[in-house]
């Protein structure tokens, strides 16, 4: 069964087996695998034997006798893929981990319904509780005049608002060290309004500056920045990933702006779609409204699955992920 599995080790090599697949989340690409936080634990990356079929990076978790693997952006499905593939890779997989271990994933990519008829037959099924929307915003952002009558009127208000204010958009490479100063000052002031807690640091973004997919855009004011946006380019598609205002940017409706500005950026760079990200009530209800003024296109992901031989398992997390209600972005 392991015939269907390739372990992959080196970065690099995870990296061209990613070149086949049309598709690629944030966090599947190389720059991610090499810098994530996993405290310690082993991050473990799988393709199928047929190039641009199957491909998942997740961390193996052990911890009160549990073996979990877990999976935030995959597996990702490519058009090589069949349920004859997806399925022998399941197996193949569960055999290499142990098939008393827990595998759960998240997936991001659109919800296809022929993807989650493989994924059942493969033995997963929704878990007992899910704590990250499997919903999305696709703003199209190909026809720049075409979406700006699509903004609602909050958002015309506040772009109008920040063109008083003479702010101004700006691109940056993220290999400037003032660069990463500036992004890491603002994304810390947003996280503390917010009460949030961080998940990146200057080590991430050094070994990300590494690829070039990865744009970092601030909006500026009096030569100050006082808003940022990291976004990743795969392809025709753009990921929203991290993005930050401080107090003052607030005041200026930096946010409104900056987002509009990247939108006409990305559009004249040959993007076609950006995922805004996570949408859907609760904690942060104020960024789902924000999101929404894009006038954007709700999308289904593929979202989460989990997939054990013990059911008690499931259920335990499922109740352990219900009780703490943290991270439903």
Known sequence: MLQDLREIDDAGEWDRALSAFEFVPPGQVTSWSGTRDVRGREILRFTSAKPGAVAVQGVL????????F????????????????????????RERLGKSSMLSFSSIQPHDPMHELW??????QRPCSMVLSPMTLYVDCSDYGRLEKGFGADWRKNIRKAEKKSLVFETARL????????????????????????????????????????????AAHDGRRVSMRLIFVSGAIA???????????RNLSASHFLMSSVLRHLGQSGVRLLDFGRIGPGRYDSI???????????????????LSSRPWLDLAQGTARFIKRRDRW
């Open 175 to 218: 290999g400037d060290p003032d660069v990463v100063a500036d992004l890491l000052a603002i994304y810390s002031e947003t996280f503390r309004i917010k009460g949030a807690a961080e998940q990146i640091d200057a080590a991430t973004l050094q070994t990300m500056a590494l690829d070039p997919r990865w744009q970092v855009v601030f």
């Open 61 to 68: 978790r052990r911890r009160l006798g549990v073996v979990r």
């Open 288 to 306: 789902d409204h924000f999101k929404r003024g894009s006038g954007g296109r709700p999308v289904s992901y593929l979202g989460e699955w989990s």
């Open 239 to 249: 990921f929203d990933w991290v993005a930050g205002t401080t107090a003052q940017g």
């Open 70 to 93: 877990v999976v935030d952006d995959g597996p990702i499905i490519g058009m090589a893929c069949d349920e004859g593939t997806l399925i022998g890779f399941v197996a193949s997989l």
């Open 119 to 124: 994924i059942r037959k493969a033995g997963f």
